[in-house]
């Protein structure tokens, strides 16, 4: 099992921005892919974007297409999502997920989850 600590979460104004980083835990690291997932108070989790850990291939949901960018450090065992002209409806917790053989562009494909880290957004 691989072992995700993410970090990086914070207030922000809206318009501001933050970078999240998810650092992998386990020395022979080999996801297939990463992503991030998000959860606001009251509803469901939600796929935010993901990446092929060989090769580097993105997919954003389409409300963060523009703003966000994921991307990763092969050599760190980690993983980061850089959050720009952040919006109120971006507010959640955010949680840094692997999948060991598929794409992780929804939460059944995800083996293997963070504990989350906060973002806030104020208007």
């Known amino acids: 099992q691989v072992q995700l600590v993410e970090s990086g979460g914070g207030l922000v104004q809206a318009g501001g921005s933050l970078r999240l980083s998810c650092a992998a835990s386990r020395r022979t690291f080999s996801s297939y892919s990463m992503g991030w997932f998000r959860q606001a108070p009251g509803k469901e989790r939600e796929f935010v974007a993901a990446i092929k850990w060989s090769g580097g291939s993105t997919y954003y949901a389409d409300s963060v297409k523009g703003r966000f960018t994921i991307s990763r450090d092969s050599a760190k065992n980690t993983m980061y999502l850089q959050m720009n002209n952040l919006k109120p409806e971006d507010t959640a917790v955010y949680y840094c997920?692997?999948?060991?053989?598929?794409?992780?562009?929804?939460?059944?494909?995800?083996?293997?989850w963070g504990k989350g880290t906060l973002v806030t957004v104020s208007s």
């Open positions: 997920a692997a999948g060991r053989y598929i794409l992780v562009i929804r939460s059944d494909a995800v083996d293997d």
